[in-house]
């Protein structure tokens, strides 16, 4: 067991660190893209344009060697425009089914708050279920299937803000931030020639990410890290600020995602520290606050902050 957790912990790194040669100083997001991936979920990344969301998800799909499609999202565009349309053939008289974009490994859906509801909805049956169904016929997607979508969170003139359901299908939403000065600077020097992203090569296969989500399972989780993780969810709901908790996919988001950061970490258990570093990625999109709770700067990703005061930690001392 340790060898293949050495094994795995290596597999992924490799990742990280192949990544991390287009995303400058952004560790931490570049290791939650990747716990996303090899816990079989998708990822929400929101933040200011230019800090580098689109980069990450291309290096990502190019440091795993799998097919990478990119969906610039608009007010016109229409779902068909995604999944795929059947159209007919005169040739052969009989209908044929086109593939859209979705039909790929590893789907950058830009900027997915530009699209009107009916486009997003197009993606859930995908994202939740790995099949899409066009014209009665259910497709499987290929494996393994991940979808990165963006979105700018400060411009709302022409943008449709994503569903409780639509968000609740994304395992983590994380954030990119602005690099310090000297980052700006080393980003400055790498892409003086040519961009980093050109002379990127893959570092794993779809197989060794296959490989990769197998792994995750096999990480132990502790009765008490369980209870800790329901505790935590349950304070999503129960919370005087809230408005509307976190579903259970929350529970199973942050009991995958824990697993991986593990694996990352070179574990084959789980500690309350992995599931603490989790909450906010994974639950902060999950539970709105009332309006009389909120208060100015506050938002989803304070409200867990708080929750992770509250609830107790298991095997830590109480406070005296």
């Given at each position: 067991?340790?060898?293949?957790?050495?094994?795995?912990?290596?597999?992924?790194?490799?990742?990280?660190?192949?990544?991390?040669?287009?995303?400058v100083g952004k560790t931490e997001a570049v290791k939650l893209a990747v716990i996303a991936l090899i816990s079989q979920g998708h990822l929400l990344i929101e933040d200011a344009p230019g800090v580098g969301k689109t980069m990450l998800a291309r290096s990502l799909a190019k440091s795993i060697n799998c097919s990478?499609?990119?969906?610039?999202?608009?007010?016109?565009?229409?779902?068909?425009?995604?999944?795929?349309?059947?159209?007919?053939?005169?040739?052969?008289?009989?209908?044929?089914?086109?593939p859209g974009p979705i039909m790929t490994q590893v789907l950058l859906a830009?900027?997915?708050?530009?699209?009107?509801?009916?486009?997003?909805?197009?993606?859930?049956?995908?994202?939740?279920?790995?099949?899409?169904?066009?014209?009665?016929?259910?497709?499987?997607?290929?494996?393994?299937?991940?979808?990165?979508?963006?979105?700018?969170?400060?411009?709302?003139?022409g943008t449709f803000p994503l569903p409780e359901t639509q968000l609740d299908r994304f395992l983590l939403r994380i954030n990119i931030g602005y690099p310090t000065s000297s980052e700006e600077i080393a980003i400055i020097e790498r892409q003086r020639y040519v961009h980093p992203i050109e002379g990127l090569k893959h570092v794993v296969d779809a197989a060794d990410v296959l490989a990769l989500q197998e792994a995750v399972r096999e990480i132990y989780v502790d009765d008490l890290v369980k209870q800790y993780i329901v505790a935590l969810v349950a304070a999503?709901?129960?919370?005087?600020?809230?408005?509307?908790?976190?579903?259970?996919?929350?529970?199973?988001?942050?009991?995958?995602?824990?697993?991986?950061?593990?694996?990352?970490?070179?574990?084959?258990f789980v500690q309350p520290d992995d599931v603490k570093a989790l909450a906010g990625p994974a639950l902060a999109h999950r539970a709105l606050v009332s309006s009389q709770g909120q208060s100015p700067g506050k938002d989803g990703r304070a409200f867990i902050a708080e929750i992770l005061e509250t609830v107790a930690v298991p095997g830590a001392l109480p406070d005296r």
């Open positions: 067991m340790a060898a293949k957790i050495a094994q795995s912990q290596e597999l992924a790194q490799k990742i990280v660190d192949n990544v991390e040669k287009v995303m990478f499609k990119r969906i610039q999202f608009t007010p016109d565009i229409l779902p068909g425009d995604i999944t795929g349309v059947t159209v007919y053939n005169q040739k052969t008289a009989d209908f044929e089914f086109r830009d900027e997915i708050n530009r699209a009107t509801p009916k486009v997003q909805s197009a993606l859930l049956e995908a994202m939740g279920e790995m099949q899409i169904t066009v014209d009665g016929v259910t497709r499987p997607m290929p494996s393994p299937f991940h979808v990165l979508a963006t979105q700018n969170p400060l411009e709302y003139e999503t709901r129960n919370h005087p600020s809230a408005f509307l908790g976190s579903s259970p996919r929350g529970s199973l988001a942050l009991f995958r995602t824990a697993q991986a950061r593990a694996l990352l970490e070179g574990r084959d």
